[in-house]
Nanobody, 122 residues
Framework: QVQVTESGGGTAEAEGSLTISCRLSTGDYDMAWFRQAPGKQREEVACINWNGESRRYVDSVEGRFTISRDSAKNVMYLQMDNLKPEDTAMYYC??????????????????WGQGTQVTVSS
């Protein structure tokens, strides 16, 4: 079984920055970040292939968020810059079967963390 653990959530001011992390108990998986605000469905944010060569972002975070990973340590990062209040959500890390390119669909991922809260003040 693969254990997924997020960390680094907290509060930030609008236009500020925050970096969250996700650690896997084992490696060689595609990974992704999703987020869910109260009363809304879980939505895609970004993904990264198992070897880091494929990265994708949804339009709402393109140019502001950067996804990366340290494969040797089985850790993935999401650097969030120029934060907006609408970025406020519970952020979830997920891992799944590796592909040629990573996917931004919930059903592609098998292992999920419990989430880390990110709150952006106005």
């Amino acid at each position: 079984q693969v254990q997924v653990t997020e960390s680094g959530g907290g509060t930030a001011e609008a236009e500020g920055s925050l970096t969250i992390s996700c650690r896997l108990s084992t490696g060689d998986y595609d990974m992704a970040w999703f987020r869910q605000a109260p009363g809304k469905q879980r939505e895609e944010v970004a993904c990264i292939n198992w070897n880091g060569e494929s990265r994708r972002y949804v339009d709402s975070v393109e140019g502001r968020f950067t996804i990366s990973r340290d494969s040797a340590k089985n850790v993935m990062y999401l650097q969030m810059d120029n934060l907006k209040p609408e970025d406020t959500a519970m952020y979830y890390c997920a891992a799944g079967t590796n592909w040629r390119e990573c996917h931004l669909q919930l059903e592609r991922y098998d292992y999920w963390g419990q989430g880390t809260q990110v709150t952006v003040s106005s």
